[in-house]
């Protein structure tokens, strides 16, 4: 593995010492993988030290991926990133698709957690809002753009992919999936892992081009309009409960610093 400014022995230490929850976020977890191809996703989140709050010192996340920057992960590489605590709560209350996931995966895909980490998932309610729902558009429509034609360029990474089905399917898959999953949180509050059936299904049947790119496009943007609609109409509050959001993580920080480094 390459260093990267995320990747330093230091913010290694912080990451492997003060992690709180660590889990699977791929499509293994989500239980759309097909064996043998994909990498292993996984996400943390830690509580940084004092003086990486207080003081001048930063730490947003710590990276590792067995293959070098630049390199495509493929089957048995790891791609890790531990978030700071306050990173990861800035992604998660806007809704952040992938961010959220650590709330919902089931307890066979933690590969570590601290009472703090536990007590994170138990209150995820105070996280969920209806402005979830303007992500999840966003993250649905970005997979869209790069399966097709695009006039800002994008372009796949997967070539082969093309040459075997004559769309990317991969990103066909994540666009179903995001859209199936953004009208699950809405309207249930909670996103169920693995992907129940017939969904989980019929997603590894596109991705392995059992399905044509126009039947993708038709579902997505069936599911693209449900969640306009319930953008709007959810029964999740219209925001995140910020003040119990940052007095959790007051208390958690404060729970951890005096253990450590501000004991009496």
């Known amino acids: 593995m390459s260093w990267t400014k995320h990747s330093t022995p230091e913010f290694q230490a912080i990451a492997e010492k003060l ?6 976020v791929g499509s ?10 994909d990498d292993r996703d996984e996400m943390g989140i830690c509580l940084e030290p004092p003086d990486y709050v207080m003081g001048l010192n930063r730490f947003d ?15 048995g590489d790891l791609d890790l990133t531990v978030y700071s605590l306050r990173k990861w709560m800035r992604l998660a209350t806007t809704g952040n698709p992938t961010v959220l996931l650590p709330l919902f995966v089931p307890a066979e895909e933690i590969v570590a957690a601290t009472d703090t980490g536990t007590d994170l998932r138990a209150n995820a309610d105070m996280i969920l809002s209806r402005q979830a729902g303007h992500r999840f558009l966003g993250y649905l429509r970005s997979q869209r753009d790069r399966m097709i034609e695009h006039p800002n360029d994008k372009r796949t990474n997967r070539p082969e992919l093309i040459e075997v089905y004559g769309f990317d399917v991969k990103y066909a898959g994540h666009m179903v999936r995001l859209g199936l999953q953004g009208v699950e949180l809405l309207e249930s509050g909670r996103i169920t892992l693995p992907m129940p059936e017939p969904w989980r299904s019929w997603i590894v049947d596109l991705r392995q081009g059992k399905h044509t790119k126009q039947e993708a496009l038709d579902l997505a943007a069936d599911l693209e309009a449900q969640l306009e ?3 709007a109409t959810s029964d ?3 925001r995140p409960d910020m003040k119990r959001v940052n007095q959790w993580m007051v208390e958690a920080y404060a729970r951890r610093w005096m253990q450590e480094w501000l004991k009496p």
């Open 19 to 24: 992690t709180i929850l660590r889990c699977q």
């Open 229 to 231: 609609r319930l953008t």
């Open 236 to 238: 999740l509050p219209d």
């Open 61 to 75: 996340q710590y990276v590792f991926r067995t293959q070098p920057e630049g390199v495509r992960s493929g089957h």
């Open 28 to 37: 293994g977890v989500h239980g759309t993988n097909i064996v043998g191809t």
